[in-house]
């Protein structure tokens, strides 16, 4: 079993940055690809941006292409989100999710909690 918890999420202007961090936790973290996503309110859960397990390979929404960008932290069982330039239309709540390589969310298996940004304008 893969536990995933997120945190730094807050409340930041137009134009701000701010990093989230995904913990996980279990046997096989390690072989997982681990993915950002986020869903705003009335909206459908949409893809951020992936890494795979060795954080070799990274992947973006076309949207978040040079504003965002997915690391894996010291130790390899941190995943960061750091995002840059933020606008209202970036608020949402932010999901960390383990599972398979991509954008498609059937293909990750284990989610977090969620964490919520709000970016005021």
């Known amino acids: 079993q893969v536990r995933v918890v997120e945190s730094g999420g807050g409340l930041v202007q137009a134009g701000d940055s701010l990093r989230l961090s995904c913990a996980a936790s279990?046997?096989?973290?390690?072989?997982?690809?681990m993915g950002w996503f986020r869903q705003a309110p009335g909206k459908e859960r949409e893809f951020v941006a992936c890494?795979?397990?060795?954080?070799?390979?990274?992947y973006y929404a076309d949207s978040m292409k040079g504003r965002f960008t997915i690391s894996r932290g010291n130790g390899k069982n941190t995943v960061l989100l750091t995002m840059n330039s933020l606008q209202a239309d970036d608020t949402a709540v932010y999901y960390c999710a383990a599972g398979d390589y991509g954008p498609r969310t059937e293909g990750y298996t284990y989610w977090g909690q969620g964490t919520q940004v709000t970016v005021s304008s």
């Open positions: 279990g046997p096989t973290f390690t072989t997982y690809s």
């Open positions: 890494i795979n397990w060795n954080g070799v390979s990274t």
